[in-house]
């Protein structure tokens, strides 16, 4: 039978937005009951959603950027209403993969 891999829960990829992390924070305090350790760890757990989220938006911005710029590099080799999927696909590919594929001879 074969394993299921099993990850470890991290709230803190789950804390999206400053609403979420203040009913988490708000939650946890009255579940602490005086326990100073448990609103420090929460405390941490906000503390680190706050970086993923700022990484995460920096990284969409970037990918966003990336991605207008394939397009407009497609656009200027391939009429944009002659455009498929798979060009696109092609183009992304070459971005993450940037050598090319081995030539096939005769």
Known sequence: ????PIRRYDVAEHLRTPEEMEAY???CLRQADGDAAFVAKTLEDIARAKGMAQVHDADLSRM???FKELIEQLAARVPPEDVTD?????????VRDPTPPPATGS
């Open 64 to 66: 966003d950027a990336r």
């Open 1 to 4: 039978m074969s394993k299921t």
């Open 86 to 94: 798979a060009d696109i696909d092609r183009e992304v590919q070459a």
């Open 25 to 27: 924070l708000e939650a």
